[in-house]
């Protein structure tokens, strides 16, 4: 994609150029492809039409071929990324999760992105290729996982509202509808239910429950637990830490098939057997991990929603 501004720029000193003569600079004939390639461009950002006919680059592109330090050409790659209509979508999507197995990953480009089954190779080919260019994944133990970066267009108040918005349109929620989190109790885990996990299910919508707080009293504790699993529509499961409690309770709301959003600040506090499931990881040595937790738990409460099977266990044996 950066061969065609960059044809522009040492070509014809940066200026706007025809069609015809941007496929000159590139060496090719206007024709189907070539179009298609400049059609790329203008959708990563790095090409704008200021008239009918006529082509030009961009700030961005510019800042990405002559930029002034390594960060300010990062931090445009990263902005190109996300300018890409299918790219950015399925990067929101999955930003602070690992990449699906594939089985999983293309039944979700086919289904929640409408992208063509027979499109889905040259796809995934692209969007793991632009993310590494701008380094928005990491790679380990042959799993990838998509970064969440502090940049504007992902973090910012709006843009989280607009997507819980979105979402939120596609489900049906019922007042009394009900978020079950389980986590421990004792702090610092604790205090993560009011700050974030409480305001991010009354965000989605649905009323946020946890035991200590809404459903402890006299009695059997086990008994108000299953009985507040068994009537939440959705649960949260805040992972860090191997709570013995947290993983009891997510035993029984997987036994229930509920669907689930896991959460950890860490992998190796997730269970392999449950880590085909989607799952949040929030680094708190990042100074916005809670702001983009929260938008991030809203967004997987209303996606579980809308499609369970993605946060519903299922194992070899059914």
Do not use: C, M
């Given at each position: 994609m950066l061969r065609v501004p960059k044809a522009i720029l040492d070509q014809n000193a940066g200026k706007e150029c025809s069609e015809a003569e941007l496929a000159k600079f590139l060496g090719l004939k206007l024709t189907g492809p070539t179009r298609v390639e400049f059609s790329s461009a203008l959708k990563f950002g790095l090409l704008e039409r200021p008239s009918a006919g006529r082509i030009r680059m961009t700030e961005l592109a510019r800042q990405i071929l002559r930029p002034q330090d390594p960060k300010e050409e990062l931090d445009s790659l990263r902005?190109?990324?996300?300018?890409?209509?299918d790219i950015g979508d399925v990067y929101r999507h999955y930003r602070g999760e690992n990449l699906p197995d594939e089985q999983f990953f293309d039944n979700a480009l086919v289904d929640t992105f409408k992208l063509p089954q027979t499109k889905l190779s040259e796809f995934k080919a692209i969007f793991l290729d632009t993310l590494r260019k701008a380094q928005l994944v990491e790679e380990h133990d042959g799993k990838i996982r998509i970064l969440d970066v502090?940049?504007?267009?992902?973090?910012?108040?709006?843009?989280a509202a607009e997507a819980i918005k979105k979402l939120g349109k596609s489900v049906t929620i019922a007042p009394t509808d009900s978020c079950f989190v389980m986590m421990p109790f004792a702090s610092p885990l604790g205090d993560h239910y009011g700050l974030i996990y409480e305001p991010a299910i009354k965000n989605a919508g649905l009323k946020a429950?946890?035991?200590?707080?809404?459903i402890f009293a006299t009695g059997k504790i086990i008994d108000q637990v299953w009985t507040g699993i068994r009537a939440a529509r959705v649960l949260v499961a805040e992972l860090t830490s191997r709570n013995p409690n947290v993983f009891y309770e997510l035993g029984l709301a997987h036994a229930l098939k509920k669907p689930v959003v896991l959460v950890s600040s860490n992998e190796a506090d997730v269970p392999?057997?449950?880590?085909?499931?989607?799952?949040?990881?929030?680094?708190?040595?990042?100074?916005?991990?809670?702001e983009k937790l929260m938008a991030k738990v809203a967004e997987n409460v209303l996606s579980a929603l809308k499609n369970p099977a993605e946060a519903t266990f299922t194992s070899a044996y059914e």
């Open positions: 902005q190109a990324a996300l300018k890409a209509p502090a940049a504007p267009e992902v973090t910012s108040p709006q843009a429950v946890r035991a200590d707080d809404d392999f057997d449950v880590r085909h499931i989607r799952v949040i990881y929030y680094d708190v040595n990042d100074p916005f991990w809670g």
